[in-house]
């Protein structure tokens, strides 16, 4: 093997910065994308522009910055160019293109707000205390008004695993059915089963100016006589009993398995006989790094929540069966990189 000046190998086994100075400047292609969001940029792809100064002029942008934007966007794979004209991926085109049903723009709002951005500006500390360093309970404070940002949002990204969900569960579609959605948000969840079964009423539990998001979209679904807001923390309402399914979506990775448990316990004292709760969450395997998307959700909970994690099938199994279920079941969805565990009362 031959040798660097330095006297150090030469060659494929050699030490390499690559993914130290990657990892670095990560921030940059983050920072690109949220300016083509800004811009409409995919959008006026979309709509046939494709040199830089077509671009520029129906994205009111410098015909050099749209030029140096675009080649950094083809180089992280969301464009493609040919002679100096550029084009969107499919993915892109799906999913980045206003015009598209499935346009998923507007998650930059949640997932890039101050309130989150902040969270990770302090991770060093967050790692020293073992939880969020922006306050004493980060994005679980009472209120906190991040929530409406992310029920907002996020409605994108969730719309298909709603609609996913409801047929994982074998109701049958003629009998009354009774649903309690925590920590709501959007409500998507539940409207989901309002609008595919004609006899299911949805109660749907989360702070006020939440369920307002909620409500609009029951509005618009056309299924607002069949649901219910119940204001308030889901540590602290009295929901009933009697629910055939109450979900949990994207809500228990925020806190330590103690106060998992006290809150699952509820679940089962308000579901009826034959009753399941619906968990949806990112899930990691046991050796927690793997695959990658749900294992690196633990650091979002380290670094904007005192206690949360991304817990294993397993951990949610202890969890569930503590607080009284029977058994768990784990199922996969088409539309997400998370998981769905179904517990039987």
């Excluded at 206003?98 to 902040?118: D, H, K, N």
């Excluded at 967050?126 to 940002?149: I, K, L, N, Q, Y």
């Excluded at 939440?210 to 056309?222: C, D, I």
Aim: hydrophobic share 45%; with cysteine.
């Amino acid at each position: 093997m031959s040798q660097s000046p330095s006297g150090g190998p030469v060659g494929g086994d050699a030490p390499s910065p690559l993914l130290f100075m990657n990892t670095l400047n990560a921030f940059h292609g983050t920072a690109a994308l949220k300016a083509a969001v800004e811009l409409d940029l995919f959008t006026a792809l979309g709509e046939g522009c494709a040199s830089p100064a077509e671009i520029g002029t129906r994205c009111n942008a410098a015909e050099r910055g749209v030029r140096i934007l675009c080649d950094y966007l083809t180089i992280l794979g969301f464009l493609t160019k040919t002679d100096g004209r550029y084009q969107l991926t499919r993915d892109s085109g799906v999913f980045l293109d206003r015009r598209s049903p499935a346009y998923m723009g507007g998650v930059v709002q949640f997932l890039l707000s101050p309130t989150i951005v902040e969270s990770f500006a302090n991770l060093t500390e967050a790692v020293r205390r073992g939880g969020t360093a922006t306050s004493a309970e980060g994005t679980m404070e009472a209120e906190h008004p991040v929530w409406v940002d992310f029920a907002r949002a996020m409605m994108p990204m969730m719309a298909r695993p709603a609609q996913e969900i409801p047929s994982l569960l074998g109701l049958d579609p003629e009998r009354k059915i009774r649903v309690l959605d925590l920590a709501a948000g959007h409500g998507l969840f539940g409207l989901a089963f309002a609008q595919q079964f004609p006899n299911a009423e949805v109660t749907a539990v989360d702070w006020a100016p939440v369920l307002a998001v909620a409500e609009e979209n029951a509005r618009v679904a056309g299924v607002a006589d069949r649901f219910r807001s119940l204001p308030g923390s889901a540590f602290d309402v009295e929901y009933g009993e009697g629910y055939d399914v109450v979900l949990l979506t994207n809500f228990l990775h925020h806190f330590d398995p103690a106060t998992c448990e006290s809150l699952l316990r509820k679940v089962h004292a308000a579901l009826a006989e034959g009753g399941r709760a619906v968990t949806l969450e990112f899930v990691p395997n046991e050796d927690r790094v793997s695959p990658p998307g749900p294992a690196t959700f633990s650091l979002v909970m380290l670094a904007s929540t005192a206690r949360g994690d991304a817990y294993t099938f397993g951990e949610y199994d202890a969890m569930f069966r503590n607080a009284g279920f029977s058994r768990n079941e784990s199922r996969p969805l088409q539309s997400s990189i998370e998981q769905v565990v179904i517990s039987h009362r």
